[in-house]
């Protein structure tokens, strides 16, 4: 297991991260993404502890909070050390069915903060994240909230998940202004069937330091390698068929990681995961399963190594169509870089 500073912090975090979505289950989508009890959650948070993953991701409306709950128990009954491990967790969506009960308003975020150390049981979490944009609430109030929960001791550092590059540019810019915690990471939906990052949010990425966190690596179990042309496959997926996908170009993908795959003796998720731990963007990755085996699948990924010649074939398969400005960007540069290489300027 590798570790890698978060963003432009000092904070190291494995390059693998356990999710929690599947702990606790309930009602509507939870249950088809995971219904694990206490004692099975228990399992897999152990599995991954004992493999070195320092670094544990949940949010408040997983399961309507139980898997806060069952993530902070688990933490107890495993007698896991609190500077051990890393604990993110997320805030945004509706949790009760007032008014007020969603958003990255002030009021929402510094209730929900407190409720959800009361479940994880601890008096403060690393990373705190913004779930998603909230198209009420004025940024600025975000920040400033944010900045508060920091420096009120409840929260180490603050990220945000699944905004495009110019909401995180624009909020970079104001806490600048405005001398306030700077969001450190950035939790978003990437995998080889799902490639849209690459456009503009990595560039940015690589611009300003944040980390980046990659949710649903499998493309919500997609490129688990279950799903062919020729069978629906088993799993979520089949139930849930999220995030969405080019599904012609994701069994493209399926058969190129397939072929490397049996070359290598590993299974096709290994390679979907041991892709994205090439990407020099990536700060880590989040895993989610089910039952110990597909964890334990997973965290083979960290032992993959993929050759150039393996990565170029990978990159081919899903590569994205250019798209303006991108094209003219690339276009227009080449006169820089020719300078540079002391070549005359083409035509």
């Not at 709950?69 to 890393?86: C, F, H, P």
């Not at 903060?113 to 198209?135: C, F, K, T």
């Not at 012609?248 to 397939?258: I, K, N, P, S, T």
Request: contains cysteine.
């Amino acid at each position: 297991m590798r570790y890698h500073r978060l963003g432009r912090t000092g904070l190291l975090v494995s390059e693998l991260c356990l999710g929690t979505m599947t702990f606790g289950g309930g009602g509507g989508i939870w249950e088809k993404i995971g219904n694990l009890d206490q004692e099975k959650s228990n399992e897999l948070v152990k599995g991954a502890v004992d493999a070195g993953i320092n670094f544990i991701d949940t949010a408040n409306v997983y399961s309507g909070g139980l898997s806060e709950k069952i993530t902070g128990q688990a933490l107890r009954d495993l007698g896991i050390a609190r500077q051990d491990v890393v604990i993110a967790t997320k805030a945004l969506g509706p949790m009760g069915e007032g008014i007020n009960d969603s958003g990255a308003s002030r009021y929402h975020l510094m209730n929900q903060i407190d409720a959800s150390l009361e479940r994880l049981q601890l008096d403060h979490v690393d990373l705190y994240q913004i779930h998603g944009w909230d198209p009420v609430t004025p940024m600025e109030e975000t920040l400033r909230a944010l900045d508060d929960i920091v420096r009120s001791g409840r929260a180490r550092y603050i990220g945000v998940s699944n905004w495009a590059a110019w909401q995180i540019a624009k909020s970079l810019g104001l806490s600048e202004l405005r001398s306030l915690e700077k969001f450190a990471s950035l939790q978003a939906y990437y995998s080889l069937a799902g490639r849209d990052l690459e456009r503009d949010v990595i560039p940015m990425l690589k611009s300003e330091g944040l980390g980046l966190m990659v949710w649903s690596p499998l493309a919500g179990g997609f490129l688990s390698g279950k799903f062919t042309r020729d069978s629906k496959g088993e799993g979520r997926r089949a139930d849930f068929d999220f995030p969405p996908i080019d599904k012609d170009q994701g069994y493209d993908a399926v058969d190129a990681m397939r072929s490397i795959a049996d070359a290598k003796s590993v299974t096709v998720p290994q390679i979907a995961l041991a892709w994205l731990l090439t990407k020099p963007a990536v700060t880590t990755v989040i895993i989610g399963a089910k039952r110990i085996d597909q964890l334990k699948d997973n965290l083979g990924s960290v032992d993959v190594e993929l050759t150039a010649e393996e990565m170029q074939t990978l990159d081919a398969c899903c590569a994205l169509s250019p798209e303006y400005p991108g094209w003219m960007l690339e276009r227009q540069s080449e006169y820089r870089r020719d300078a540079m290489a002391g070549k005359a300027p083409s035509s």
